[in-house]
């Protein structure tokens, strides 16, 4: 669900990365995307094909694919629409109960206090329960959210309320690298959806999914700004980890420290990670 639930792309970066190993082909879309998006703000984009020029339309694409296993899947690219919102929600929610979808799971990921240091998290839900037994996935519920959501979040109501098993899995990433592209974030939703359909092991390897943590690690031995904030990010994520080992109850969302605001020197490395480095692959 793009742009609302998509830091460091990992939810786009996912879906396509399965698009490819399954080689998925295109199953449809919108016939008038327009009449949801606005086009000021998801802009079609200019490219060129076999030396023509074309355009692609923001549109909320279909694909589908055979899986490796005997599960096939149907892709989708959701967009956050700006007008028409329940008929677009009509809409999808149809589409998906005519293909008969066994379970519909959005992915994706938002930032969080969290070091780069460390595993990284993914909190998941399953019919709006804390979802257990899935290797990789942090079932803990934390204090209700309450708040601005999105509209979408219908979809997975409406087809939990048609008897589809409705999942979401959610990836937090360290709040002060804000990377565009973020492959370890990537590279821990694969293995977490490995560990629910079975993928293959190398569906999930990639080698940059390392290379930007590195460097981050790396800037650390000579910037105290940021190895004192990891430090402190480091002592609060083994706590809560501690703290859930050892109690069932509920614990409080934890908060950015309050001093996040880093140097300008500091921000410019950060911004350069995104940046690949020589020889990198995905």
């Known amino acids: 669900l793009t742009p609302w639930i998509d830091a460091g792309s990992v939810g786009s970066l996912t879906i396509e990365r399965l698009e490819r190993y399954m080689e998925a082909g295109d199953l449809g879309g919108l016939a008038t995307p327009g009449r949801y998006f606005d086009f000021t703000r998801y802009r079609p984009v200019v490219f060129y094909e076999e030396g023509k020029r074309k355009m692609k339309i923001p549109n909320a694409d279909l694909r589908f694919a055979a899986g490796p296993g005997d599960t096939d899947f149907v892709f989708l690219h959701l967009l956050e629409p700006h007008s028409l919102a329940e008929e677009y929600i009509d809409a999808i929610v149809e589409v998906l109960e005519t293909l008969k979808i066994k379970r519909y799971c959005r992915i994706g990921a938002m930032y969080d206090a969290v070091p780069h240091t460390r595993p990284l998290l993914v909190m998941g ?158």
């Open 125 to 282: 839900t399953q019919n709006g329960e804390p979802l257990e037994g899935v290797e990789g996935v942090t079932g803990n519920r934390r204090r209700p959210y309450q708040g601005p959501t999105s509209i979408m979040n219908l979809v997975g109501e409406r087809l939990t309320a048609s008897g589809i098993d409705s999942m979401m899995l959610m990836c937090r990433l360290p709040h002060y690298a804000e990377l565009e592209a973020d492959f370890a974030g990537r590279t821990k939703m694969l293995q977490v959806l490995s560990s629910i359909y079975g993928f293959p092991p190398e569906y999930a390897k990639s080698q940059r999914d390392t290379q930007q943590y590195e460097r981050i690690t790396s800037e650390m031995s000579r910037n105290p700004q940021i190895k004192s904030l990891v430090e402190r990010l480091e002592s609060d994520y083994d706590a809560r980890l501690a703290r859930r080992a050892g109690e069932s109850t509920e614990e409080p969302a934890p908060q950015p420290p309050s001093t996040t605001e880093l140097p300008p020197s500091v921000e410019q490395f950060l911004r350069e990670l995104d940046q690949p480095g020589p020889g990198s692959q995905n």
